[in-house]
């Protein structure tokens, strides 16, 4: 199954009735991309950059994150890389910054919220990535954005500290699509408004379903009730994607569901452009996808759609792809 993998590695990924997807990967530092690249990765559709504020006692300098950033982008070689500004809070902690404890952490002050708050430390990573964008295809994505108001605010701010660098003279790409995050119920709901905004989504489920379910991701006592395949999820991923779709924007996926071989089949149906995953996931979804009819995935995912449980809805693609 290896070999057959690997035969793969350069060619794209493409369904047996000839529908054309990307499989981008999930990157945590630049020392991963040769991961991606020798698993064919089509781009980076999550950098998460927590990783560079993390272990260590003091943020990370502007001229730090530029050179994370320039890494990766040069390392994809124009291939698109979409960077999430800072995603802390939560499960992720920066005891540097000496944040008061909070009784629900997810549900707390953390991403964007607290860049918004923290406006200097985010816009010391603006500036890095804008200084960065002209060595690649960068796109810039605001993590757990849960309204309206806060994304105005962040691309308001990201406009401003371009204008601030032509000003210095500096050189920045005039081609940086701006994105955001679908992880919050609220976010999703609203995706139509979000799709005239914004430049693309990205969903991310392992937020989406915790906040949906009510089931926090950690808790192993509810973790029965953390769903992928609930239709509740899936009516939410549809509403998204086919908001963007309306706006001729597009929808990517950067949960663990996007690598999923019960997941994939119904998100190809529903329209899904841009798969991202960890690296050693591509292969194989790449392969599962050579066989998969995107016509014949429509008609699934519109059955999918009108069950009721998680459980009807493995069975179902199970039936359908002969698991
Ligand atoms: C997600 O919530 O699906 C996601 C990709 O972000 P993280 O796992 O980093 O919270
Ligand atoms: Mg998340």
């Given at each position: 199954q290896k070999a057959e993998w690997a035969k793969l590695v350069d060619e794209k990924s493409v369904t047996r009735d000839g529908h054309h997807v990307e499989l981008a990967a999930n990157i945590g530092t630049p020392a991963d991309l040769e991961g991606v690249r020798n698993n064919g990765g089509e781009g980076v559709g999550l950098y998460r950059t927590e990783f560079l504020y993390m272990g260590r006692n003091e943020l990370p300098t502007e001229e730090e994150q530029f050179e994370s950033y320039k890494a990766v982008l040069e390392g994809m070689d124009g291939k698109p890389v979409v960077v999430r500004t800072l995603d802390i809070g939560g499960d992720k902690e920066l005891p540097y910054l000496?944040?008061?404890?909070e009784m629900n952490p997810?549900?707390?002050?953390?991403?964007i919220r607290l860049c918004l708050e923290e406006q200097d430390l985010f816009e010391v990573q603006l500036r890095a990535l804008?200084?960065?964008?002209?060595y690649g295809n960068l796109k810039i994505m605001f993590p757990m954005i849960s309204?309206?108001?806060?994304?105005r605010k962040a691309k308001g701010i990201l406009l401003d500290v371009k204008e601030q660098l032509i000003q210095e003279g500096v050189n920045v790409s005039d081609d940086i699509e701006v994105g955001?995050?679908?992880?919050?119920?609220?976010?999703a709901v609203l995706a139509d408004q979000f799709a005239k905004e914004v430049d693309f989504f990205s969903i991310g489920t392992n937020d989406l379903i915790q906040y949906t379910m009510a089931a926090d991701r950690m808790n192993e006592r509810v973790s029965y009730l953390y769903q992928?395949?609930?239709?509740a999820i899936l009516r939410l991923i549809k509403m998204v994607i086919d908001a963007s779709h309306k706006e001729g924007k597009w929808t990517g996926m950067c949960g663990e569901m996007a690598g999923d071989e019960i997941a994939i089949p119904i998100l190809l149906g529903l329209g899904l452009d841009e798969f991202s995953m960890s690296a050693t996931s591509?292969?194989?979804?790449?392969t599962q996808l050579k066989n998969l009819s995107k016509s014949d995935m429509?008609?699934?995912?519109?059955e999918v759609l009108t069950l009721s449980t998680n459980e009807e809805v493995i069975s179902t693609v199970e039936k359908a792809i002969k698991l």
């Open positions: 000496d944040l008061p404890h997810f549900l707390g002050f953390r991403a804008l200084r960065a964008s002209v309204n309206l108001v806060e994304f955001i995050m679908v992880e919050i119920p609220s976010t992928p395949y609930n239709p591509i292969l194989p979804a790449r429509e008609t699934l995912a519109q």
